[in-house]
């Protein structure tokens, strides 16, 4: 085994790692090794071809981010399993090349794959009559609706759908967080005419999580000079939120009632049949059958969100493959017994993620050097939510902020203690960030 090709690999992990739940990275990831490094092509180890598959499918875009933002270089990624399941056949295997600008639409997040009930009907027609006529129906469409519930999977699938009917479409998804990135860079740059052409040349703009421009002034009115363009030259615009637009505070009066301009659905969570038909057509997809008592075991207990309910079914499928069993109702308990009883599906970049739109500054920000008093407080604040809500150990708190040192992570931490006792103020907002977290 190569020393190099463990460290690389180990380095993409660490960046995956704090992007998705603990539960899907120990899944899917924990027993994954590194073993050679050669041609800029990383051999990477995997139990099963179950699991390369799974990988392969879903966390593609992650890894190529991670590849990218780990050297920036034409690595690619080729799996090995240790051991080839003999009885179900391997699908096709896909060539990972690593390497592309911009954040890409992904497949699987298709019409066909969305199952349509009561909580989602009008949404779901919404989006397709967007597909059918853009620029016609409902412009711009505005998604909402809680976590987990399908809002970028519609709006994908609205941009998957126009893709294929007219392939000259220039298509643009990307998450609003992003975009307020790419204005940073513009503006330090001095490239702003760039970033307003690079906007204003879409025909379909899908613009994911726009909640995130809450407080953010001039992103607000760069999304709403660019929103005007592309409506007067009859583009698309699809928006999504995790609430509906006028509780997006201090959003502009403007904006506000551009959006209301168009269409405004929301997305409620399914109820009962829905989620079974959702673990039917998820398990489908993976071409595999689960026996009907088992999808009701689980869709009668996880009722929160989708996301979760796709990841017991996961974990499932992936533990059947492990143990080489058929998929049944007590694999079934097994598995929901540990997602159940585990509290921690909080992860630190939930928690930088609530901090940064509760304060307003960027990541790079909080883990950066800079100490004005209101950044400092912004990054003592992430610094004792992760400490309280993760129990991370300093160093590994501080080496999440940049390598600070574990000194300046007790500073803020006995920091934040005080005044949490100290000032009314500053506990509320705190509740706030931590009700926003946990829910
Ligand atoms: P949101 O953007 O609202 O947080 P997502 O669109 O990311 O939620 O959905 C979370 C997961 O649930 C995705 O994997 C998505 O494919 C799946 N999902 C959501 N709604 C449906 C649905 N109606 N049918 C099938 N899968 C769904
Ligand atoms: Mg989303």
């Known amino acids: 085994m190569s020393e190099n090709a463990k460290t690389t690999w180990d380095n993409i992990l660490v960046y995956v790692r704090e992007r998705i739940n603990p539960q899907s990275y120990n899944t899917w990831f924990g027993s994954s090794r590194g073993v050679e490094l050669k041609d800029d092509v990383l051999l990477v180890e995997f139990p099963n071809g179950f699991f390369i598959d799974w990988i392969e499918e879903h966390y593609y875009s992650i890894l190529e981010e991670a590849v990218q933002h780990i050297n920036g270089n034409k690595l690619r990624i080729a799996f090995k399993a240790i051991r080839e399941q003999g009885d179900r056949p391997r699908k096709k295997k896909k060539r990972l090349i690593l390497s592309h600008d911009g954040t890409k ?18 949404a779901h027609a919404a989006a397709l009559a967007v597909g059918e006529a853009p620029g016609e129906a409902y412009n711009p469409l505005f998604l909402y609706g809680g976590v987990g519930l399908g809002k970028t999977h519609l709006m994908q ?7 294929r009917q007219y392939k000259t479409l220039n298509i643009y998804y990307t ?17 702003q005419m760039a970033f307003k052409k690079k906007y204003r040349t879409k025909d379909i703009l899908l613009i994911d999580d726009i909640q995130f421009i ?28 995790d609430r509906p637009p006028k509780e997006i505070l201090t959003l502009e009066e403007r904006l506000t009632s551009r959006f209301q301009g168009g269409l405004v659905v929301d997305i409620q969570p399914p109820d009962l049949e829905t989620r079974i038909a959702i673990l039917h057509k998820k398990a489908e997809t993976e071409d595999i059958r689960i ?31 492990l143990s080489g069993q058929d998929v049944n109702e007590q694999l079934a308990e097994e598995v929901l017994k540990d997602l159940l009883g585990s509290s921690s599906k909080i992860t630190k970049q939930m928690i930088l993620k609530q901090v940064i739109e509760e304060f307003g500054f960027s990541e790079v920000e909080l883990k950066g050097r800079k100490r004005t008093q209101k950044l400092a407080l912004a990054r003592q604040t992430s610094m004792y939510l992760i400490r309280t809500l993760l129990s991370l150990s300093l160093a590994e708190i ?4 940049g390598g600070k040192d574990h000194s300046t992570v007790i500073h803020a931490i006995e920091k934040i203690e005080h005044l949490k006792k100290t000032d009314i103020e500053y506990f509320q907002r705190l509740e706030r960030i931590t009700n926003r977290i946990n829910s």
């Open 105 to 122: 639409l992904q497949e699987r997040y298709s019409f066909e794959n969305f199952v349509v009930g009561k909580n989602n009907e009008f």
């Open 157 to 163: 699938a609205i941009g998957n759908f126009i893709h």
């Open 175 to 191: 998450q609003a967080e992003n975009i307020m990135t790419e204005l940073i860079e513009a503006i330090q740059k001095n490239q």
């Open 214 to 241: 809450y407080g953010k002034e001039r992103l607000q009115e760069e999304i709403f000079h660019t929103f005007n363009y592309l409506y007067s030259q009859g583009k698309q615009v699809v928006i999504t939120s």
């Open 291 to 321: 026996p009907s008592n088992v999808a009701y075991y689980i869709a009668s207990r996880v009722k929160s969100n989708i996301r979760e309910l796709e990841g017991c079914l996961i974990r499932l499928l992936a533990l059947a493959s």
């Open 398 to 401: 501080g080496e999440f902020f």
